[in-house]
């Protein structure tokens, strides 16, 4: 089973997935995206990068997910292990459907990408989304890089809201202005 974490950033993914890395009861294959390899790296450079072409860098994270599939994802599920990923696919449809809005070449920019994973990707079984405002999930998240905005993170929630009118079944919603422990109660309780 495939079990990812998603929200806007500052909503306290890292932390619910480290929580439940630490715990004995919870065996899970645990990874995320951006990955750690070198497509990873790639996908860092460019998040680092204001300039970066926002074309150029869908096709980085998608390079990055389809090595995280091939590598990792689908190895552990064929070993029947439960995954648990900070961030996947929907952080692409949210985050480069938004960069992708002033764009000429797409009148539905998340459509696009959607359809650009569809015939390769292993969707989730279950997605937690931690849902934040954009202002606490800027102030959180201490504005660290170009996405950290309370502007550019309106327009990511919007789209993470469309991705959950279409798939309501998948997604749990968790309100991500509780406190920790309640926000991690709630992750378990959806897990189990
Ligand atoms: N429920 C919470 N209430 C208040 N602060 C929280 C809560 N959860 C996490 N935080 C704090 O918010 C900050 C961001 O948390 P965290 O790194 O887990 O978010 P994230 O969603 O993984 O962010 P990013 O996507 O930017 O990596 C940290 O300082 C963390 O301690
Ligand atoms: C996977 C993924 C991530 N992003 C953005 C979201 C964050 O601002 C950064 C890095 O992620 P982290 O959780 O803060 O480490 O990248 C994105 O735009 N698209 C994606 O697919």
Redesign the pocket.
Known sequence: MLVTLE???????????ERLRADDEVEATFTREPTDSWYGEAVMRSIQNDGADSLAELFLYTADHAAHLADTVRPALEDDSLVVS??YSDSRYAYQGATLADSDHFDDPLAYVKQVHEPWTRPPDLTVY?DLDPETAAR??GATNKF?TAEYLADVRANYERLIDAEPDRFVRVD?????ET?YEQVRDALA
Do not use: H, I, N
Request: charged share 30%; aromatic share 4%; hydrophobic share 25%.
């Open positions: 929200g806007l950033d500052g909503s306290g993914k890292t932390t619910v997935w900070d961030r931690l959180r998240s950290e991500a202005t509780q406190d920790p926000v």
